[in-house]
């Protein structure tokens, strides 16, 4: 019977270690995977806690390495790690340091660290300064750090054109501020006193300009991109409609048509309704529909609105390959009715959807050296009053990294934080106050003096 006893305790305590080896060698496998692969999901609306298709896209294809140091306090890292541990996390080639400047000052001061919370992006020799702790400023530093030569990007003035000095509605100075954060310098030149595009303009842009430009301004952009030269035309219908007074600009319009795209004289206008939802008129018609081209395959299902915009047709020529870049909707019409403040749909209309923008490839002849050319409808989609409306910012910048050739780029780009604040009127306050701070404890009590007085 002991013997019996005994064989069967041996037999549970060898079950027992048995079960127990089990469960640690799958916690510690557990462990393991956790610690390689750090995986999240992340539940909040505006995906606060994730990172941007771009910053993904980007350190997931870094062909050097990058390390990215964060100088603060020791108390204040794990404010920086909440985000700098998610780019750790994409690629081995990136490495994320933290220097608390007071218990390494040499460190700090090697590294010209004036201010705590200061982030530098290294890569090689190079060094990059990210201004603040957000994602849109990390991921530009990685890109300046990553990326070797100087892009410029012209902006055309004299005639009219939206200024990037301009910081109010009608002005560029979010688009400029938003190249710059790209690794692109920003200039501004005119071709009035000197017809010529300078050598050093990586991309050039014609921003809604409302007079006529002059022959030799239109035969140098011509020579520019006949040259290989990269050409960004935003231009608005001829609107004559009290201070929307625009010029026809016939002689440019006449050699983007050379070039396989026709600018329609006429006004597209949204009757869809949709827009409303925004803040938008009929005349900022919306698009949410984009081919297959490098500029919009990223863009999916994201809307974009383009006010006071014209339709193009499209069709490739000898030298030129054109492509259609998006579309309004099925609810949209284009009136040839210029000068009428208010616009009712006739017949005559020509129905959605219509082409509002378009790229051009020119065939120079030379390898590797073609022109490119994005034409727009439109001019105030990417003013600041725009500039910031859901996907225009992103479509914009991709225009300026096809145009360039950095593809690379061309993605979804980080988005500015929500303020989702939840704003309750007197009433409702009052509301939650008796409901939270009286009524809920006053049942607590009473359901107590019931329990008690049944169990007495």
């Known amino acids: 019977m002991k013997e019996w006893m005994k064989a069967r305790q041996t037999k549970y305590t060898a079950y027992v270690a048995a079960y127990v080896i089990v469960v640690l060698a799958v916690l510690s496998i557990v462990n393991f995977l956790a610690n390689r692969h750090n995986k999240s999901y992340d539940s909040t609306a505006n995906k606060r806690y994730s990172l941007a298709d771009q910053t993904t896209k980007v350190v997931k294809n870094l062909k050097q390495d990058v390390k990215v140091t964060y100088y603060d306090a020791t108390s204040r890292f794990q404010q920086a790690k909440d985000l700098l541990d998610r780019y750790d996390t994409l690629s081995p080639r990136l490495k994320v340091e933290y220097v608390d400047p007071y218990k ?235 000068s009428s403040p208010e616009v009712k749909q006739s017949p005559k209309d020509k129905k959605g959807p219509l082409t509002l923008g378009a790229a051009i490839t020119y065939n120079t002849g030379k390898e590797n050296n073609n022109g490119r050319v994005v034409v727009v409808g439109s001019s105030s989609w990417v003013a600041n009053g725009f500039f910031r409306f859901n996907g225009n910012r992103d479509l914009a910048l991709n225009m300026a990294n096809w145009l360039s050739s950095d593809e690379d780029l061309i993605s979804i780009r980080p988005k500015e934080q929500q303020d989702r604040r939840l704003n309750m009127t007197r009433r409702q306050m009052s509301t939650v106050f008796y409901l939270s701070v009286l009524l809920l404890p006053l049942i607590a009590v009473v359901s107590g003096i019931t329990v008690w007085w049944r169990r007495r």
């Open 104 to 338: 390494k000052p040499q460190v700090a001061r090697a590294a010209g660290v004036r201010t705590e919370g200061t982030i530098h992006v290294e890569s090689g020799a190079k060094r990059e300064e990210a201004r603040s702790l957000t994602e849109e400023e990390i991921t530009g530093a990685i890109i300046r750090a990553i990326k070797t030569g100087d892009r410029k990007v012209c902006f055309i003035k004299g005639s009219g054109e939206h200024s990037i000095d301009e910081t109010g509605r009608d002005g560029y100075s979010q688009f400029k501020d938003s190249l710059e954060k790209s690794n692109y310098k920003t200039q501004s030149i005119s071709l009035l006193e000197k017809p010529e595009i300078p050598a050093d303009c990586t991309v050039t842009v014609i921003g809604g300009p409302r007079r006529d430009y002059l022959a030799p301004a239109v035969d140098a952009v011509r020579k520019y991109v006949e040259n290989g030269g990269r050409l960004a035309v935003f231009l608005d219908p001829p609107l004559k409609m009290g201070r929307e007074e625009i010029d026809e600009n016939a002689a440019l319009v006449q050699m983007l048509e050379k070039w396989g795209v026709t600018l329609n004289k006429n006004l597209v206008l949204d009757t869809s309704g949709i827009g409303q939802l925004f803040g938008l008129s009929a005349a900022a018609p919306l698009v949410a529909s984009y081919e297959y081209h490098p500029i919009v395959r990223e863009m999916r299902d994201i809307a974009t609105a383009f006010p006071l915009a014209r339709s193009l047709e499209t069709k490739s020529g000898d030298k030129t390959t054109v492509d259609k870049l998006f579309s309004t909707t099925e609810n949209s019409f284009a009136t040839e009715n210029l």
